[in-house]
């Protein structure tokens, strides 16, 4: 019923797991590669375009324009994104690359009409970024367990965690294959260099990683809520 992991998906789920640190309140959690970061080329000069590409459809709706702006805006100031210095672009040697980002609209939603979705599958020089990671395995709740789940108490409870993926950290290495340019709709100037340090969702691996940061916490908690560990466990680990 799809329960089990194939080899390969647990394989690489050990291979997350042993990567993990604890920085802090968080958990840091590297990207498990496959290829070289060193093969990426520097797309700079096509991200550059698809911006400009971004940003003209944005400035026909000025209302969709702000929301975009403003999460950015809010990305930097709750840490998950930051702004590069001249000085430190200048001075970095590691693999570098950058990611685009676009609008999606959400009419629905009232709070957020637009969405910022960055892409991690877009090609250049034939190379991609998500095909240089494993992907993991699928740790998400299976729905025919959960179906079944559903019937075992008198009352079912579900929760969200705010802003999940961002809330894994990711180190400075990976940083810099997340770098992205943004420039405040400032059209008529160079854009600004800003890298992810989080986990960005889009990213092949994401998931697994998010769900592998939830795991360890739950069992870093055991201690303190065995019961809630072992509720954690099961759902996460089983499906």
Same mark, same amino acid.
């Given at each position: 019923?799809?329960?089990?992991?194939?080899?390969?998906?647990?394989?690489?789920?050990?291979?997350?797991?042993?990567?993990?640190?604890?920085? =802090?309140?968080?958990?840091?959690?590297?990207?498990?590669?496959?290829?070289?970061?060193?093969?990426?080329?520097?797309?700079?000069?096509?991200?550059?375009? @698809?911006?400009?590409?971004? #940003?003209?459809?944005?400035?026909?709706? *000025?209302?969709?324009?702000?929301?975009?702006?403003?999460?950015?805006?809010?990305?930097?100031? @709750?840490?998950?994104?930051?702004? @590069?210095?001249?000085?430190?672009?200048?001075?970095?040697?590691?693999?570098?690359?950058?990611?685009?980002?676009?609008?999606?609209?959400?009419?629905?939603?009232?709070?957020?009409?637009?969405?910022?979705?960055?892409?991690?599958?877009?090609?250049?020089?034939?190379?991609?970024?998500?095909?240089?990671?494993?992907?993991?395995?699928?740790?998400?709740?299976?729905?025919? =367990?959960?179906?079944?789940?559903?019937?075992?108490?008198?009352?079912?409870?579900?929760?969200?965690?705010?802003?999940?993926?961002?809330?894994?950290?990711?180190?400075?290495?990976?940083?810099?294959?997340?770098?992205?340019?943004?420039?405040?709709?400032?059209?008529?100037?160079?854009?600004?260099?800003?890298?992810?340090?989080?986990?960005?969702? =889009?990213?092949?691996?994401?998931?697994?990683?998010?769900?592998?940061?939830?795991?360890?916490?739950?069992? #870093?908690?055991?201690?303190?809520?065995?019961?809630? *560990?072992?509720?954690?466990?099961?759902?996460?680990?089983?499906?």
């Amino acid at each position: 019923m799809g329960v089990a992991c194939p080899d390969k998906e647990v394989d690489e789920q050990k291979f997350i797991i042993k990567a993990c640190q604890k920085k =802090g309140r968080q958990w840091l959690v590297p990207y498990p590669w496959q290829r070289n970061p060193k093969e990426l080329p520097d797309n700079k000069v096509l991200v550059e375009k @698809m911006l400009c590409a971004t #940003e003209k459809r944005l400035l026909k709706d *000025a209302e969709h324009a702000k929301a975009y702006d403003d999460q950015i805006k809010e990305m930097v100031r @709750m840490g998950f994104a930051r702004k @590069m210095t001249n000085e430190e672009m200048e001075s970095y040697e590691g693999p570098v690359h950058y990611i685009p980002h676009h609008a999606v609209l959400r009419p629905e939603k009232k709070s957020t009409p637009i969405r910022i979705v960055f892409n991690s599958s877009s090609v250049y020089a034939g190379k991609c970024l998500n095909d240089f990671w494993m992907k993991g395995p699928d740790l998400l709740n299976n729905l025919f =367990g959960v179906i079944l789940r559903f019937r075992e108490r008198s009352v079912a409870v579900c929760a969200d965690i705010s802003k999940m993926y961002h809330r894994v950290l990711i180190p400075e290495s990976d940083q810099h294959v997340h770098r992205f340019l943004w420039r405040d709709l400032q059209v008529n100037r160079k854009p600004d260099t800003y890298v992810m340090q989080v986990v960005t969702f =889009g990213d092949k691996p994401a998931p697994a990683m998010a769900q592998t940061a939830l795991r360890l916490t739950a069992e #870093e908690g055991r201690a303190q809520s065995p019961e809630a *560990a072992e509720v954690l466990k099961k759902r996460y680990i089983h499906g």
